[in-house]
């Protein structure tokens, strides 16, 4: 029988950087993709987006619900054990022969300790990455400890994850599946752009993704207001945002950008999900990205455009000269929106490379799941670090 390769995937922006993996498992006539979605994807709130995946026309074997109506600690607890139980369901019934995730996100916690439990070997992709201001940071050290397999985006977080005590032999450098995927996407031209978003560009424009910060108590509502009042500073712009996950206290940053969109109609407009192929070629249209994504860290800087980092979340990880890091109020976030525009610095967006690598992403991870024996790496030993004088 071919290998079994399951792929789990709870959010709109994991699915479009595991999109070309599942189209080279799909693809290879040894290999047999399983796709379980949960999370945001089965979410009337962020977009039911578990429907692009169907369009994409990949099959989905199983959907495990995991979003409360809650964006509360105890919701967001109470999720992951949803989540939990449902995977164990799943695992049982569909019996994958490795499970492959990325990332950082609780309802992927939920899925991988099931499937330690259950004696599955698990692929992880964006391992060894730092961002000390949320929650994530410690779920993706987590993940890693109960994975078998890792696939990392940077020589450095190579080395990170066998600090963690994982064997050199497991832990592959293959850079950032977003570049890959920016590099296969067609980008939509700027008229036929607008006419899909309804939405027409202004001779400056913002792209805006701003979630919550999860280790900073009661901190998000003051937030999302300081980079609001910073963006009422640059009247002439259009903004368009994408709106937050579902993490603790995410719904306050809807409301607070639904609310500014409607006072702000024609030059404002927000979205649940834009989908890779509009986000990408929103991205290339933008003249700075800001907020607090992972996105404008790692595939911003391939555009050539400019980055305002706001506040602590993203803390840690590997930057290049396009990003900007700022303080979460608006004096700060203003005078960081005007260095990126100014002549000096859009000039030297030009000399930006990405330390991320591109190409080839995918194709290296698929080789590494249809060779290697997975019937034994489920035992692992601790590596331990050589020791140091």
Avoid at 220 to 248: C, M, R, W, Y
Wanted: proline content about 4%; hydrophobic content about 40%.
């Amino acid at each position: 029988m071919n290998k079994r390769i399951c792929v789990v995937t709870g959010s709109r922006a994991e699915y479009g950087l595991l999109f070309w993996l599942m189209k080279e498992i799909k693809s290879d006539p040894d290999l047999y993709l399983q796709v379980v979605v949960t999370g945001m994807h089965l979410s009337p709130e962020f977009g039911l987006t578990y429907r692009q995946i169907e369009k994409d026309d990949f099959g989905i074997d199983a959907k495990v619900e995991t979003v409360l109506s809650s964006d509360t600690p105890v919701g967001i607890s109470k999720s992951i054990a949803l989540g939990t139980i449902g995977f164990a369901e799943v695992w049982e019934r569909i019996k994958p022969e490795v499970i492959v995730v990325l990332g950082d996100r609780y309802e992927i916690l939920a899925a991988v300790q099931s499937a330690l439990i259950a004696r599955i070997p698990v692929a992880h992709l964006h391992g060894g990455e730092i961002t000390a201001g949320a929650v994530d940071d410690a779920i993706r050290h987590s993940i890693t400890k109960m994975s078998h397999l890792h696939f990392v985006s940077a020589q450095v977080y190579r080395q990170r994850v066998i600090q963690l005590g994982e064997n050199p032999d497991s832990v592959f450098n293959v850079g950032a599946p977003g570049l890959e995927a920016i590099a296969k996407t067609r980008l939509l031209p700027r008229g036929s752009l607008e006419k899909a978003l309804e939405f027409s560009f202004g001779q400056i424009n913002f792209l805006v993704t701003y979630h919550p910060v999860t280790l900073q108590l009661n901190h998000t509502e003051i937030g999302i207001q300081a980079l609001l009042e910073a963006i009422e500073e640059f009247p002439g712009a259009h903004v368009i945002f994408t709106k937050q996950n579902s993490d603790t206290d995410g719904r306050v940053i809807g409301a607070k950008i639904d609310k500014f969109v409607g006072a702000n109609r024609g030059r404002a407009k927000s979205f649940s999900s834009l989908g890779q192929l509009r986000y990408y070629s929103v991205l290339k249209q933008t003249d700075v990205v800001i907020g607090n994504s992972s996105s404008g860290i790692i595939e911003t800087p391939v555009f050539k455009k400019a980055t305002v980092n706001i506040g602590k979340r993203q803390a840690g990880r590997l930057k290049c000269a396009s990003i900007i890091d700022c303080d979460e109020n608006k004096d700060s976030i203003v005078s960081a929106i005007q260095k990126a525009l100014s002549p000096e610095f859009q000039n030297s967006l030009k000399h930006v490379n990405p330390p991320y690598g591109v190409g080839n992403t995918s194709e290296k991870i698929k080789h590494v799941l249809k060779t290697r024996d997975l019937s034994q790496i489920i035992f692992k030993k601790f590596y331990d670090l050589p020791e140091l004088p």
